[in-house]
């Protein structure tokens, strides 16, 4: 099979639309007549639109046209959010301080667009203890829902509870429009502080 576009001496329709390598409509030619304006010219005559009528072709550099074209895909995938998923371990014995920091954690990762998964591991005589767990589980499900949801709800898989968040974008914008606010009423009441001291 044919990779890329058809170029010249491929080009088989019997009349084609030409643009010129200065991007100007030069009208409608045969391929020879066209293939010879690009020879001329030292370039190559390029089918850029095969399903219009007639087929659009254009004279340009094709080495040069195949590099912007990468360069171009290439534009558009750093463009595109890549969502990850954040894993954050916990135990049932987890104390609240290594809690609050995990919490701390997941909240970043929440407000930065990636996904987090929350997998409880339990070991042992743990497993008979499965609702504990559980019950932290949803406790720091609960701190997080200001901003997020359960995408995926609280699955048991061997010896791991696990469940997936997912930021909401209203949550989010509301907890950012709260967090703006409180820092700018913090500087003002800082600032009439100040004031009222001299």
Request: with cysteine; charged share 35%; glycine share 6%.
């Amino acid at each position: 099979m044919d990779r890329g576009p058809r170029m010249n001496e491929r080009i088989k329709a019997p009349e084609i639309r030409v643009i010129g390598s200065d991007g100007k409509m030069l009208g409608i030619l045969s391929p020879r007549e066209a293939l010879a304006i690009a020879e001329n010219e030292g370039l190559d005559l390029v089918e850029v639109a095969p399903e219009a009528k007639p087929p659009t072709c254009k004279i340009l550099d094709y080495g040069k046209y195949l590099y912007e074209q990468k360069k171009k895909a290439q534009e558009s995938k750093k463009k595109q959010v890549q969502v990850q998923i954040k894993e954050i371990q916990v135990r049932p014995r987890t104390d609240q301080h290594d809690i609050d920091t995990k919490l701390r954690k997941s909240r970043k990762f929440l407000l930065d667009g990636d996904k987090v998964r929350l997998n409880m591991r339990f070991r042992g005589r743990e497993m008979a203890h499965k609702e504990v767990g559980r019950k932290l589980l949803m406790g720091m499900v609960k701190d997080l829902e200001d901003i997020a949801v359960v995408e995926i709800e609280p699955k048991m898989e061997g010896q791991h509870l696990f469940l997936i968040m997912v930021g909401d974008k209203k949550k989010i914008d509301y907890y950012k429009k709260a967090q703006a606010e409180n820092q700018s009423s913090d500087t003002s009441a800082d600032a009439s502080t100040g004031a009222s001291a001299e």
